[in-house]
């Protein structure tokens, strides 16, 4: 499994960015999870979507303004952001798995299949 992440970039805070995520293969069965990092620290969990439920689950600093979704005609996941702030700044990654227990949405651990990142700056 290949994943693509894309739809990064430099934007004012308060501004909205969509970020995509692209696999070689099928979501179909897998969970899809976007995770950040900024210099320096530690990868964090930003958002999750289970492809067959649709079951999300959002890190609580994002709740209320990302939003995680899937195209299953375009075999795609997405992450709208919206009302962006300084501390958004990271590259984000997507990362997907077969069998990723609820539980463990939000643990990077679970996941064996990352893509490249994309960075995304919010200028205050």
Same mark, same amino acid.
């Given at each position: &499994?290949?994943?693509?992440?894309?739809? *990064? *970039?430099?934007?004012?805070?308060?501004?909205?960015? !969509?970020?995509?995520? +692209? =696999?070689? #293969? =099928?979501? $179909? *069965?897998?969970? &899809?999870?976007?995770? !950040?990092? @900024?210099?320096?620290?530690? !990868?964090?969990?930003? @958002? #999750?979507? $289970?492809?067959?439920? $649709?079951?999300?689950?959002?890190?609580?600093? &994002?709740? *209320?303004?990302? =939003?995680?979704?899937? %195209?299953? @005609?375009?075999?795609?996941?997405?992450?709208?952001?919206?009302?962006?702030?300084?501390?958004?700044?990271? /590259?984000?990654?997507? +990362? =997907?798995?077969?069998? /990723?227990?609820?539980? +463990?949405? #939000? %643990?990077? !651990? +679970?996941? %064996?299949?990352? #893509?490249?990142?994309?960075? /995304?700056? /919010?200028?205050?």
């Amino acid at each position: &499994v290949q994943l693509q992440a894309s739809g *990064g *970039g430099l934007v004012q805070a308060g501004g909205s960015l !969509r970020l995509s995520c +692209a =696999t070689s #293969g =099928t979501f $179909r *069965g897998y969970t &899809v999870g976007w995770f !950040r990092q @900024a210099p320096g620290k530690e !990868r964090e969990f930003v @958002a #999750g979507i $289970r492809w067959n439920s $649709r079951h999300t689950l959002y890190e609580d600093s &994002v709740k *209320g303004r990302f =939003t995680i979704s899937r %195209d299953t @005609a375009e075999n795609m996941v997405y992450l709208q952001m919206s009302s962006l702030k300084p501390e958004d700044t990271a /590259v984000y990654y997507c +990362a =997907t798995d077969r069998g /990723v227990i609820y539980s +463990a949405i #939000g %643990d990077y !651990r +679970a996941y %064996d299949y990352w #893509g490249q990142g994309t960075q /995304v700056t /919010v200028s205050s």
